[in-house]
């Protein structure tokens, strides 16, 4: 099978590359990618290249496949296994492999990853239960339930204790009051969707971002009349207008700090005030990866003893958080592509990635199988007036409340093709 797909190289160096794959192996999948969502774990990759724990040494004989965040349909089965998958089938990828290597799809595989026309799925995939059947036939949602798995292994990590009773109990608290600092980024939205309809018992949600135009759209997408239905109180805040951002949260919080605060930017100040809103029994989510593998910030060790306060991090969900993604939703509870503001082709991928860390985008959808620039949900409308393909992909986004959906993925697969 002839594939195109986005490969690394080495540090920096993403090229677009058209080659045959081999003949599947008797316990491989090949599988067409009908759409990947791209990941800041991507940009990582490509700019540390070998020096990547999940990058092997050899990209310039072997260059990987990136992207990792991707569903389509089963192309063909190995013959051993043609008693579990079926021709036809849709899925979608749960790249946690868990290998002691580090190895994972978009990261590790020269034939296994999200950013092509076609890959091949290998035999330690598929032992381990990665490859999901997946019921729907909206593809940018399938795609996203990864990033929502990571999201609600993220809330699962997180713990409270009964004093002098020294036994975790898991999850956030249970008519407590939630913090998420900086979350008007793409998995900020995520998880503020889950923590409001994910039946989790929160009682308050205090979220903050330092730009009014992200504050704007959270409250477009989540606003605090559809979270008060759920009885819980959600406030925004934009903290570029709060003189003592500390003082302002902790009034929020009725001066008792919060059970659970979750950080999305890797940024010194807002660990450091997420630290100093933390209530007794507070737990501390760092959800945000750094690429600095020295980064540290002073937290309140005096708390830690004296008020029971603590912090986590976790990278990925397991397999049954994106299980419980897929379901929440097919079930139209969650709306993982609240997260989408831009739309590309393969041909955009290399840029796109080397441009994420000064990019203000939230998720970009890329779409292996038909030709287009990075394109932002807002510019289709500028496009459409020379264009009736992105004028009717404009009307189909507006039609959703300026989000993206199956309507708007369906018709830009139909009309703009390149295979």
């Not at 990665?130 to 795609?143: D, H, I, K, M, Q």
């Not at 109990?169 to 008519?175: N, Q, R, T």
């Not at 995520?190 to 504050?215: F, S």
């Not at 934009?238 to 919060?258: C, I, T």
Request: aromatic content about 8%; hydrophobic content about 35%.
């Amino acid at each position: 099978m002839r594939t195109k797909a986005v490969a690394l190289y080495g540090k920096k160096d993403l090229r677009v590359r058209e080659f045959d794959l081999p003949e599947i192996g008797e316990e491989e999948l090949l599988v067409e990618v009908i759409s990947d969502t791209a990941c800041l774990s991507t940009y990582k990759a490509t700019i540390l290249g070998e020096d990547h724990k999940r990058v092997p040494e050899n990209l310039e004989e072997h260059p990987i496949i990136v992207g990792h965040e991707f569903g389509g349909f089963i192309v063909k089965v190995g013959d051993k296994i043609k008693e579990q998958f079926n021709e036809g089938d849709r899925f979608v990828l749960q790249p946690a492999m868990g290998l002691d290597n580090g190895y994972s799809a978009g990261y590790s595989y020269e034939f296994f990853g999200g950013d092509a026309t076609y890959c091949i799925i290998p035999k330690v995939a598929i032992d381990l239960g990665c490859v999901l059947p997946y019921n729907g036939t909206y593809f940018a949602n399938g795609s996203l339930a990864e990033p929502m798995s990571c999201i609600i292994g993220a809330f699962n990590a997180n713990y409270h204790t009964t004093p002098y009773v020294y036994k975790h109990e898991m999850g956030v608290k249970k008519g407590g009051q939630l913090a998420l600092l900086g979350c008007g980024g793409p998995m900020g939205i995520g998880a503020l969707d889950y923590a409001v309809n994910g039946n989790l018992g929160i009682k308050k949600i205090v979220a903050t971002e330092i730009d009014q135009k992200r504050i704007d759209r959270l409250k477009k997408l989540i606003p605090p009349s559809a979270a008060k239905e759920k009885g819980i109180e959600l406030v925004y805040v934009n903290v570029g207008e709060v003189e003592n951002q500390m003082d302002h949260l902790m009034e929020l919080s009725d001066n008792q700090g919060f059970d659970d605060v979750f950080v999305f930017a890797a940024v010194e100040p807002l660990l450091v005030l997420a630290d100093s809103i933390l209530g007794n029994d507070g737990c501390l989510n760092f959800f945000a990866g750094p690429t600095d593998k020295k980064f540290t910030v002073p937290i309140n060790l005096y708390n830690v003893h004296y008020a029971s306060t603590h912090i986590v991090g976790t990278s990925g969900g397991s397999t049954d958080d994106m299980k419980l993604s897929l379901k929440l939703t097919e079930e139209g509870k969650i709306n993982p592509s609240m997260m989408i503001t831009h739309i590309g082709g393969l041909e955009a991928t290399p840029e796109m990635i080397l441009g994420m860390k000064n990019s203000s985008a939230g998720k970009n959808a890329i779409y292996p199988h038909i030709s287009l620039k990075l394109t932002s949900l807002e510019e289709f409308e500028e496009k459409g007036k020379t264009d009736p393909v992105f004028m009717e992909v404009h009307r189909l986004i507006e039609k959703h409340d300026g989000i993206w959906n199956e309507e708007a993925e369906k018709y830009l697969l139909e009309n703009l093709s390149d295979q």
